[in-house]
Nanobody, 125 residues
């Protein structure tokens, strides 16, 4: 599996950005993570092939994760951006489904085996 992000940039608070992740290979579930300087990488949103989505509380109602019908591209639409959304954003994937236990850990970093190089998002006030 290979992943390549694009679409990052600099915006003013309240603005929008759409991130894309080009996917090669089979994936069962995909996710967006982000990491700000000095902080741990955190899960932002996930989506499975069944379309089930999960969001971090900090982005609910503002971010939307989606994928195209061929599962070749993953998107993250980010609206009402805040300065605290500033981070490097990473696309992640796993090739197996979630067990009953792991379904509650969809936003955990160790649930994903493949990672892109990241794209920077900077939100200024």
């Amino acid at each position: 599996v290979q992943l390549e992000e694009s679409g990052g940039g600099s915006v003013l608070a309240g603005g929008s950005l759409r991130l894309s992740c080009a996917v090669s290979g089979y994936t069962a579930s995909m996710a967006w993570f982000r990491q700000a300087p000095g902080l741990e990488r955190e899960g932002v949103a996930t989506i499975g092939r069944d379309g089930r989505t999960t969001y971090a509380d900090s982005v609910k109602g503002r971010f939307t994760i989606s994928q195209d019908n061929a599962y070749n591209t993953l998107y993250l639409q980010m609206n009402s951006l805040k300065p605290e959304d500033t981070a490097m954003y990473y696309c992640a994937a796993r090739t197996s489904g979630f067990s009953w236990y792991d379904t509650f850990r969809r936003l955990a970093r160790d649930m994903y085996d493949y990672w892109g190089q990241g794209t920077q998002v900077t939100v200024s006030s």
